[in-house]
C-alpha cells in the first residue's frame, strides 16, 4: 500500500499543554523531530509513540490526503481499505492553528461518511483498528489513529515521594529531551533521589540506571521502581565513584534546597557528570552556565520549566 500513497508526510501530531510547559513543551519537541512550532500541530516522518510525550495528544500515521472529504472517501473506497472491525475519529474537535474546530454533529457526519467505505463491522468501543480523520488548513488527511495514554499520571500516587522532586510530567519530558531514541542507549540518573527519573525512563524501555549517596532514599527509589512493576539497578555512592561510561546522564540538582549544597559540590557533581557520559541533561533552580563550560560541556539547548512563580532550568550539555 505504502507504493500507493501519495503524501508529504508519515505523521501529524496534536499537542496540547499548559502555558507554564511551553517552552518544555517545545523543547521536548526539538529533541523530537528536530525542530519546534508555535502550532498546537506538526507534520513529521519521524515516528514516536505518542505515549512517550506528555504532551502529544494523538497521532495521525497519513495514509491518504486530499482536497475535501469526498477525495478521501473515495480513496478510501479505491484503495479497498479494510479491517476486522474499526470506528473512525475526526481529530478536528479543538482549533488546531488557523483551523477552527468542526461541530459534533459534522464530525459525526463525516464519520460515518468515511465508515461506510470501509470493510470490516463497525465497533465504536473495542474496535481491532482506529482510523482518524483530520483538516488542516483546507487539507483532508485519513491514517491510522493512536492517542496518546498518559502514563505519567499514574505515576504520580507513588510510595515515597519529595515535596521538591520533580513532578512526573517534567520528568517524562526530560528523559524525552536527554533520549529521544532509546535503541542502544545505556543512561545514568546518579543522583536520582526517589527515582521520579527513573520510574519515567524505564516505563518508556530505556536502559538506566540509578544512584545516590543517601541510603535510605535509595531504597525509597527501589520501592517506587517495583511498586509499578518495573526493573531497575539503584546503587548506593556519589557520582565521583562512577566507574562506568554512559551515553547519557540526566542529572536534577533541586535537592540543594534541603541539603543546602554548596557550589564547590555542585561543581564537582558537573565535572564528574563530564566523565561519565557523553550527553547531559542538567536541571537546576539555580544558573549553572559558568560551571558547566568550565567543566568542557557545550550547552546544545535549554528551557525554562515553569510551575506558577517556581523555575528550573533544563539544560541539555554535550
Not at 34 to 46: A, C, R
Not at 180 to 209: F, R, Y
Not at 286 to 309: S, Y
Request: glycine residues 6%; proline residues 4%.
Amino acid at each position: 500500500m505504502s507504493n500507493q500513497r501519495n503524501i508529504k508526510y508519515n505523521y501529524i501530531y496534536t499537542y496540547v499543554h499548559h502555558k507554564d510547559e511551553y517552552e518544555l513543551c517545545r523543547m521536548e519537541m526539538r529533541a523530537f523531530f528536530g525542530f519546534d512550532t508555535q502550532l498546537n500541530y506538526l507534520f513529521s516522518d519521524i515516528d514516536i509513540d505518542p505515549s512517550r510525550s506528555p504532551f502529544i495528544r494523538e497521532r495521525l500515521e497519513v495514509l491518504y490526503e486530499g482536497d475535501s472529504i469526498f477525495e478521501i472517501k473515495n480513496l478510501v473506497e479505491e484503495m479497498n481499505i479494510s479491517a476486522g472491525t474499526y470506528k473512525v475519529v475526526c481529530l478536528n474537535n479543538i482549533d488546531l492553528g488557523e483551523t477552527m474546530k468542526i461541530p459534533h454533529p459534522e464530525r459525526r457526519a463525516m464519520e460515518r461518511e468515511i465508515g461506510i467505505s470501509i470493510n470490516g463491522e463497525p465497533d465504536l468501543n473495542n474496535p481491532e483498528v482506529v482510523f482518524g480523520l483530520i483538516q488542516i488548513d483546507d487539507r483532508w488527511y485519513f491514517g491510522k489513529y493512536t492517542i496518546s495514554e498518559s502514563i505519567w499520571r499514574k505515576h504520580v500516587h507513588k510510595p515515597n515521594s519529595y515535596s521538591t522532586a520533580l513532578n512526573t510530567r517534567v520528568a517524562r519530558a526530560v528523559v524525552n529531551i536527554a533520549i529521544p531514541q532509546p535503541e542502544s542507549i545505556k543512561a545514568i540518573d546518579p543522583c536520582c533521589g526517589i527515582g521520579t527519573i527513573l520510574v519515567e525512563a524505564l516505563s518508556m524501555g530505556v536502559d538506566i540506571e540509578g544512584r545516590d549517596i543517601n541510603p535510605l532514599v535509595c531504597v525509597g527509589s527501589r520501592e517506587n521502581i517495583a511498586y509499578f512493576g518495573l526493573e531497575g539497578v539503584v546503587t548506593k555512592g556519589p557520582i565521583s565513584e562512577v566507574s562506568k561510561h554512559y551515553d547519557v546522564a540526566i542529572i536534577d540538582l533541586p535537592y540543594n534546597l534541603a541539603t543546602h549544597i554548596s557550589p564547590e559540590e555542585q561543581f564537582d557533581i558537573i565535572k564528574h557528570a563530564r566523565h561519565i557520559a557523553n550527553r547531559v541533561v542538567f536541571v537546576t533552580i539555580e544558573t549553572i552556565d559558568e560551571m558547566i563550560e568550565e567543566a568542557g560541556f557545550v550547552i546544545k539547548d535549554r528551557c525554562i520549566a515553569r510551575k506558577h512563580l517556581f523555575e528550573r532550568q533544563v539544560i541539555l550539555c554535550e
